[in-house]
């Protein structure tokens, strides 16, 4: 990686309000393999820090446009004049999407995320990619969110994140890395995950309804689905007995035992009231 232009603070030590922690090049060069980027594609980078990942994609022959909240690194990068590099200054959560997507064609994703923020980025990706907007994303996370991400029934790491990617994406492990692979090491190991976007596994008409049936009844994870979804039925006028008959589940489940496709039964036997 060619390393920062002189004269543009490029040692400045990371910001800790920020999240931010900088990888050494052995393992840069570990995620660029795994991102591949191909000539002409175009990315979307989040939190680019010092450039790390984007001089290689740009070397590449890609596209990217880089989001980045830190107005000092965004300052440093934009005085690199990276070819064929975009820079945003912002937060990614609150930035447009019109400001970075240009075009009808998904982009790709890459991004070392603030562990701080990494589960409403997720959040904010499924829904970019319900738009049309991103297409996959290379990622590297806490390693207990990515465990989250790839969990199944039945484990203590499974929950809404890994259901919500169950239902629209594809994710492998790439591989780990030690806290030793940072400046500043954080106190944490990571994981770098591949996630593809794909239409939805199973067919769901009410997506705002499914999503809120799964965060209410893993808010009473240890409960079983019978008394969590009757709290919920009762506010709505409605018996969640009735609502677990009609997806033919036992009311002495818990939560984090139902596949995907019985919390969409689930979702459907509990419609909104008319």
């Not at 965004?74 to 019109?98: I, K, Y």
């Not at 319900?130 to 969110?145: H, I, P, T």
């Amino acid at each position: 990686m060619a390393p920062p232009s002189p004269g543009v603070g490029s040692r400045r030590p990371a910001r800790k309000r920020f999240g931010q922690h900088f990888l050494e090049r052995p393992w840069i060069d570990k995620i660029i393999a795994a991102v591949a980027p191909q000539p002409g594609e175009v990315f979307l980078e989040i939190g680019p820090g010092r450039g790390q990942l984007t001089a290689p994609l740009a070397r590449a022959g890609a596209i990217v446009h880089a989001v980045e909240i830190d107005r000092d690194l965004v300052a440093e990068l934009t005085a690199r004049a990276l070819p064929r590099v975009h820079v945003h200054e912002g937060d990614f959560l609150e930035v447009p999407t019109e400001t970075w997507f240009q075009g009808d064609t998904p982009y790709r994703v890459a991004a070392n995320l603030p562990y701080n923020v990494s589960t409403p980025v997720l959040g904010r990706l499924l829904r970019l990619a319900r738009e049309g907007c991103v297409a996959n994303a290379v990622l590297m996370l806490q390693k207990e969110v990515a465990d989250r991400l790839m969990a199944h029934p039945g484990s203590g790491d499974y929950g809404p994140l890994a259901i919500a990617m169950a239902l629209q994406a594809d994710v492998t492990r790439a591989f780990v890395l030690p806290p030793g692979a940072f400046r500043p090491p954080p106190k944490v190991h990571s994981a770098v995950v591949r996630i593809d976007f794909r239409p939805d596994r199973v067919a769901i008409d009410d997506l705002a309804r499914f999503n809120a049936i799964v965060r209410h009844v893993f808010t009473q994870r240890r409960k079983m689905l019978g008394t969590t979804l009757q709290s919920l039925a009762k506010g709505e006028g409605a018996d969640g007995r009735a609502w677990l008959a009609e997806a033919g589940i036992d009311g002495q489940r818990r939560a984090e035992t139902l596949t995907l496709e019985e919390f969409a039964r689930l979702a459907a036997a509990a419609r909104r009231p008319a």
